[in-house]
């Protein structure tokens, strides 16, 4: 039986990991190797590892939990469920493992825009979050992807990064003369065709190209499409979620189930490395301070 048992090994995970070992508990990590920002060539904004790759992060992070009673299980969760005070965990090898509490920090995935060429430039030209990338593009020519109206915000917050921003609405419905009117006054030009495919090289986006051939020159692209959950185990497990799809917390990142904790990008609040890193510390003071409780006579 294990103390605490942690599903996912993203920067939530680890920290949650890191706290619990420091604080001499059993503790296992499981981890499928997906974290978000895996297309990404860069982590800003962390203040100490800013423009870090991903990859070292997560890498480093590994190598600090090795002198800790931590250990780091590189499988799937299958099911999570609660029990008479237990959690019981199968991966997906069928494996069961027992805990007296557990850590969801899984994560979201995001809903990228289906378009032709998005893959291959997914997070290294075309972003979601201005606060992650909005700096390496500033001064560029700037695009934002949202269909229809959906855009409209986001091209109004990359005047802060840009001068030079473009609305591409894809096709999709209609902008009223009061938006373009507002586009016009913050001098953002906005393009209503649909998108047929994005030009790059290397990573870099170089056009966007729309119905019937039209080349725009475009230097990045920002798009708000959307997440959802990256594992079902939230619902499985009987977890409260807001209506954007997050799983709703309480202080110290409780969940409604007793002995279960979500941190990071799952739960809700900023998503952003290093806010997710302080959620898994939380949820990993929270945890042991529990468990000082029920073990006290
Ligand atoms: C392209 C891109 C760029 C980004 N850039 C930045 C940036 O520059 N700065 C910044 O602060 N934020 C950035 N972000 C946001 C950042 O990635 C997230 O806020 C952060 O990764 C959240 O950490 P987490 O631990 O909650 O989840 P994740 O990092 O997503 O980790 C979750 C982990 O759980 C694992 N997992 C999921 N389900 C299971 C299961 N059933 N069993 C076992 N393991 C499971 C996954 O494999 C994954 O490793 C970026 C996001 C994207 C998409």
Known sequence: M???????????????????????RKVVVFD???????WSRSMNGFLS??????????????????KYEVEL??????????SKGQFIISD???????SKKLVLATGLKDKVPPIDGVEDLYGKSVHHCPYCDGWESRDKAIAVYGKGRDGIGQALAMKNWSSNVTLYTDGAGKLTSQDIALLERNEIAYVTKKIIKLEGEDGQ????????GKKYAQEAMFFSTG?????GLGTQLGCEFTNKGVIKTRRLQKSNIPGLFVAG?????MQMVIVAAAEGAKAGVAINMELQQEERK
């Open 205 to 212: 986006l170089t056009h966007i190209v729309t119905l019937g």
């Open 2 to 24: 294990y103390d605490v048992i942690i599903i996912g090994g993203g920067p939530a995970g680890l920290n949650a990991a890191m706290i619990l070992g420091r604080s001499r």
């Open 73 to 82: 299980v590189d499988v799937k969760v299958e099911s999570a469920t609660y």
């Open 227 to 231: 997440t959802e959950q990256q594992s």
């Open 49 to 66: 590892s800013d423009g870090m790759s991903p990859e070292d992060f997560i890498k480093k992070g590994r190598a600090e939990l090795a």
């Open 265 to 269: 990008d799952a739960a809700r609040d």
């Open 32 to 38: 499928s190797g997906e974290p978000r920002n895996r």
């Open 92 to 98: 997906d090898a069928g494996k069961v493992y027992h």
